[in-house]
């Protein structure tokens, strides 16, 4: 039976949403599985034997705990929006063009007044100490080597102030507001004390979200390993993070569930940064962004991790970018593990795109060589793609590289 899964479903979506929960672990052992279906290969023990990002997962997985690794791979009901998200790129064909000469290529995009080597981002993702003893000082130290930019988590395991030195370049920032504003405004007041430009608002986490993997494997009444670091309530879980330090948080209940553009322009008149809303996913609320004077969009389900909305962000990104039309930047994440899915995302029309998960699991796996290792091989997958196809420049990629499946 496991053999005949092998066969059927496809490399991806076996390799991510087979070996997603520990749960899974021994079934994959049975069928001789570690990181590529239907081989029996080493787990690789060094970055520079990964030949593409699946790689880093058996890896990453052996060092977690479980209930880490179930943070990490995480969706919610039956995980199905974090297998759309993957999926999705299948659903488009690259139209490759010849008589270009791709000797070389130049992939780098001007962004928010800044000239970035590349447009693949790393991805907010909090409690990255969970992961690796460095942490996001780990993950920014691979951003400066390879130069990529770096979007960091409210919930960061490390001060803004020390990441952003570790990154040696100005950080964006992403704001999940809390109840009490006078505790959001300080927190945002900190990210643009750091340095931060831009600070991207999070509009889709509006209710808790039912993460089914996760409260398997890390109920916190049922492992101690959690219990000792999770603590319930919302003062005690603003506690264990950097960002708060030194501001008083008591009256602080849960996180602001519902952002409205009211709250868009009470962050407006805190803070200098370009504002960017991070959770869009249809036409209707990037024609308010626009309206409303925002600075950018980030197309995103969160990851898959808050609803079960079965869209992936690479479907919703062609009615966001024909609505925006070229008046501010359109960001996308979701389900990038390679070059081509880059290509696709930047031919359809977002300015950069925003990996999280590959680089977590080559953090769990090696630290900052195994960030670092992820960046080099989606960066190599990307030129390679555009060569192939035909563009010399991310201003070449346009909608004339790319067609959906007519079935």
């Not at 790689?55 to 969706?75: C, E, I, N, R, V």
């Not at 409690?127 to 400066?144: D, G, I, K, S």
């Not at 960002?243 to 569930?257: E, H, N, P, Q």
């Amino acid at each position: 039976m496991t053999t005949d899964i092998a066969r059927r479903i496809s490399r991806r979506r076996f390799l991510e949403y087979v070996r997603q929960s520990p749960l899974f672990a021994p079934l994959a052992a049975a069928a001789g599985l570690s990181g590529r279906a239907g081989a029996a290969e080493p787990v690789i023990g060094d970055p520079v034997e990964a030949i593409n990002v699946f790689d880093f997962m058996p890896p990453a997985q052996k060092k977690l705990s479980a209930a880490h690794w179930a943070y990490l791979m995480t969706g919610v009901d039956d995980n199905r929006t974090v297998e759309a998200n993957s999926e999705g790129f299948r659903l488009f064909q690259i139209r490759p063009r010849g008589f270009v000469n791709v000797e070389t290529v130049d992939t780098s995009v001007e962004l928010y007044g800044t000239r970035l080597e590349s447009p693949i981002v790393l991805a907010p993702v909090g409690h990255q100490r969970a992961f690796h003893p460095e942490a996001e000082l780990a993950v920014a130290r691979a951003a400066r080597e390879k130069g990529h930019q770096v979007m960091l988590s409210t919930f960061s395991s490390v001060h803004v102030r020390e990441v952003a030195e570790a990154h040696g370049a100005p950080l964006w920032f992403q704001l999940y507001p809390t109840s009490e504003w006078s505790v959001t405004e300080q927190v945002l007041r900190r990210a643009e004390d750091a340095g931060c430009p831009v600070v991207a608002l999070t509009i889709d986490a509006p209710a808790g979200s039912n993460r089914e993997t996760l409260r398997r494997l890390g109920n916190r009444d049922k492992n101690p390993q959690c219990g000792a670091c999770h603590r319930p309530g919302a003062e005690r879980f603003v506690a264990g993070h950097p960002t708060f330090a030194g501001i008083d948080y008591s009256r602080v209940r849960s996180g602001l569930r519902s952002i409205t553009l009211e709250l868009v322009e009470r962050v407006r008149r805190a803070t200098k940064m370009k504002i960017v809303a991070k959770g869009v996913m249809t036409a209707e609320d990037a024609e308010l962004c626009v309206k409303e004077g925002l600075d950018g969009i980030v197309v995103s389900n969160h990851g898959g991790r808050q609803a079960e909305s079965l869209l992936s962000t690479i479907e919703a990104l062609p009615e966001v970018t024909a609505t925006v039309n070229g008046k501010i930047p359109v960001l996308i994440d979701g389900g990038f593990r390679r070059g081509t899915d880059v290509f696709k995302a930047l031919a359809i029309g977002a300015d950069a795109i925003c990996i999280g998960r590959p680089y977590l699991w080559g953090l769990s796996a090696f630290g900052q060589a195994g960030v670092e290792r992820v960046l080099e091989l989606l960066q190599a997958e990307l030129v390679t793609t555009m060569k192939q196809s035909g563009a010399n420049s991310l201003d070449m990629i346009t909608s004339a590289y790319v067609k959906r499946r007519s079935a």
